[in-house]
């Protein structure tokens, strides 16, 4: 399964709400879907998993949905620290996973 | 706290043997899948192979089979990465990761918990 994240790049201001994308070449069960946020030098850090539930402390503006090939995460008010790469990931019922190649969110 | 600590940075040299460790703390190390992951400079996170310690099954990403090797030791409560020949191409930051439970018991398929990442360097 290969994962296609987009856009490459976001740019957009502080308050704005934020659209990324990441459609699976083929049909996927949402529970194994999830989405990880990383910055400069830091490991990444997951933010949803079963494509829709909050991981543990991740702030109510971050929201994931989709089924099927399409996913989205959501990010409803752009706070400065929100500006980092963002990955979604795929892991299979044999534990082979795969990531998205990644979207870059900078402020504009 | 539940912690993965990671080995320091390492420099090699191409043909030269290496091993980096995944300390665990505060959860049971041999109930839960730990997964190895690798950044090259500046690119994206690739998924190497994944380790469940209470009985040492272990899978590869069929690009890293063969390539690198992913063991694990109960009585230290630590996962490892090693390569028995390294390349220029291997140099990146190679983190661990848990692979998260959901209070079901059933799995997350998700890495909750990450490592703070070993950068390794091959160089001449």
């Known amino acids: 399964i290969v994962l296609t994240q987009s856009p490459g790049t976001l740019s957009l201001s502080p308050g704005q709400r934020a659209t990324l994308s990441c459609r699976a070449s083929?049909?996927?069960?949402?529970?194994?879907l999830a989405w990880y946020q990383q910055k400069p030098g830091q490991a990444p850090r997951l933010l949803i998993y079963?494509?829709?539930t909050r991981a543990a402390g991740i702030p109510d503006r971050f929201s994931g949905s989709g089924s099927g090939t399409d996913f989205t995460l959501t990010i409803s008010r752009l706070e400065p620290e929100d500006f980092a790469v963002y990955f979604c990931?795929?892991?299979?019922?044999?534990?082979?996973?795969?990531f998205g190649q990644g979207t870059k969110l900078e402020i504009k | 706290e539940v912690q993965l600590v990671q080995s320091g940075a390492e420099v090699k040299k191409p043909g030269d043997s290496l091993k980096i460790s995944c300390r665990v703390s505060?959860?049971?190390?041999?109930?839960?899948?730990i997964g190895w992951v690798r950044q090259m400079p500046g690119q994206g996170l690739e998924y190497i192979g994944i380790?469940?310690?209470?009985?040492?099954?272990?899978r590869y990403r069929p690009t890293f089979q063969g390539q690198v090797t992913i063991s694990a030791d109960k009585s230290v409560s630590t996962a490892y990465l090693q390569w028995s020949g390294l390349r220029a191409s291997d140099t990146g930051i190679y983190y661990c990761a848990r692979l998260g439970i959901k209070p079901s018991g059933s799995y997350a398929y998700s890495f909750d918990i990450w490592g703070q990442g070993t950068m390794v360097t091959v160089s001449s």
């Open positions: 990931q795929h892991c299979g019922s044999s534990l082979r996973c795969t």
């Open positions: 505060g959860y049971s190390f041999s109930n839960y899948w």
């Open positions: 083929q049909s996927v069960s949402s529970s194994h």
């Open positions: 079963y494509a829709s």
């Open positions: 380790i469940y310690p209470g009985d040492s099954d272990t």
